[in-house]
């Protein structure tokens, strides 16, 4: 399952992603395989406007406009939002996407 959150924090975006990292390992994440199978993965997708390209950190995250999975929940929640460095909005990454697998929104209906 994967989400997409909207947060205010006075981390700045290495001290977030730090507390990300925690987290992770709070939730008994191993790391191993790259792209390998895991209980969690939190991202840091998006801050404000900034563009951050550092070896610890890479923001806006560079493979979010390729991934379906990423922007279909984050048009929900901020469709008209532009991408820093793309200049495109994620409604408009989405409908580009290239990227056809099966995303299917999660309903509280059951």
């Excluded at 895991?38 to 995250?61: E, G, M, T």
Aim: hydrophobic share 40%; aromatic share 4%; charged share 30%.
């Amino acid at each position: 399952m994967n989400l997409v959150l909207e947060v205010k924090t006075s981390f700045d975006p290495l001290s977030l992603l730090e507390y990300l990292l925690v987290i992770e390992d709070q939730m008994g994440r191993k790391r191993g395989k790259k792209w390998g199978p895991r209980n969690i993965d939190a991202d840091v997708l998006l801050y404000d406007n900034r563009i951050v390209d550092s070896d610890q950190l890479s923001i806006p995250h560079p493979r979010m406009h390729e991934r379906r999975f990423v922007l279909m929940p984050l048009a929900q929640i901020a469709p008209q939002l532009l991408h820093p460095v793309l200049n495109k909005s994620i409604e408009e990454l989405m409908e580009s996407c290239e990227d056809r697998s099966l995303v299917r929104l999660h309903s509280e209906e059951i």
